[in-house]
């Protein structure tokens, strides 16, 4: 998968992102993850041996997703993917193993709990906001950015409350 990114992106890079074959190592990451906190055997052996570096690796990853996930660095797709891959895990392992530390509870608040609801809905909504902002406004990246996200939030909170939660609720 990840020598599949690789020589797509050669090729092309639409299809090194786009590309399910080349991607896919990063839904296998992820299932490790979720195997790995599943057993208690290894999740004490983490715990035990990482308890003091796992809030140290979640907020290093956090801040490599920052910068990787973005266009803060200029590295290739493949690698910006791989980097993102693993801070993710950093971040979401550390998170679920030491669940009492600041940055666990920093993203436990309400707040971020509630966005992180909105967030496939914010995703589904990102790109055609984008779009029909390119076309009405000629704003910088950064703007377009900034208010790409606040207007995709805020779709996502109305599609979350006008269609989803009463598709939910429906007895029919």
Known sequence: SIMSQFWSANKSVMRAYYATDARVY???????????????????KITRTG????PFLGILGFFALIVFASNLTSISVPLRGGVAAIASILLIGSLELSQSSRIARVFSSSLLVHLGRLSYATYLWHWPVIVI????????PISTSVSAVLVSTAFAELSLYAVETPIRRSTQ
Do not use: D
Request: hydrophobic share 45%; with cysteine.
């Open 51 to 54: 308890s003091r570096t796992c």
């Open 26 to 44: 990063q839904i296998l990451l992820g299932s490790l993850l979720a195997l790995v906190l599943q057993s208690p055997s290894l999740r004490t």
């Open 133 to 140: 902002m390119s076309r009405l406004v000629n704003i910088g």
